[in-house]
């Protein structure tokens, strides 16, 4: 999982109370699910000290490395780790679709040649409901033949930007309902946090979207009701 603590639209974000604890856990606890290895990549400011002792208290290793460079992280950490493909989660993904990852992971062990898995090769999937494994070799490529900031701060933007050089396969996304096509579900904001999180404040971190939501659109449909009384 990659997290830091100095987000510019929301510092601190990934600890911040969600469901009775902090963000980054619950999505530690959604993962999982995955019967996987998991571990955090954060930074080695010290602002990122507070990140690491809480996944660690919680029982999950942890990796530091560079701060903006994320590729380089990325790749250093799949190093420490042993890994030769990786999911990628973000703390800031509170309902990623497990049973999609899983998926994404298996093609991957079938496939082992193939450079990134994705559910979003055209940008299709809505924010905070992207899957992708990455194949650790693709990103040493693309660490060699790009030092550009876009490509050094998102893992995965120069195997988007040129897929030619690349294994590509489209993961089918879960299909979701129409009312919840054009929900956002990454906290970016404040008020991305306050709804999100007020949403989960029910549920368990294996809670299935649909589920999870449905509550929200009752919810929802008996304040319209309310109104028009």
Known sequence: MFARMNSARLPGKVLMDFAGMPMVLWIFR???RLNMPIALACSRECADDALEEVVRSAGF?????????VLARAIAAAAHFSWTHFARLC??????????MRTGLAIADNQPGLDLISNNLSGQAQAGLSTEIIRVAALKQAAQNSAQMRHREHLSAYIYDHPSLFQTYPLTQHALPAWLKTQRFAVDTLADYRRLSLIAKNFTPDIALESAFQSERAHSS???IDARA
Do not use: K
């Not at 290793?61 to 460079?69: H, K, N």
């Not at 703390?91 to 999609?100: G, H, K, L, S």
């Open 30 to 32: 959604r993962a999982q």
């Open 61 to 69: 290793p942890v990796y530091r490395g560079e701060l903006d460079d």
């Open 91 to 100: 703390a800031d993904r509170p309902f990623f679709n497990v049973d999609e």
């Open 222 to 224: 008996h304040e319209q």
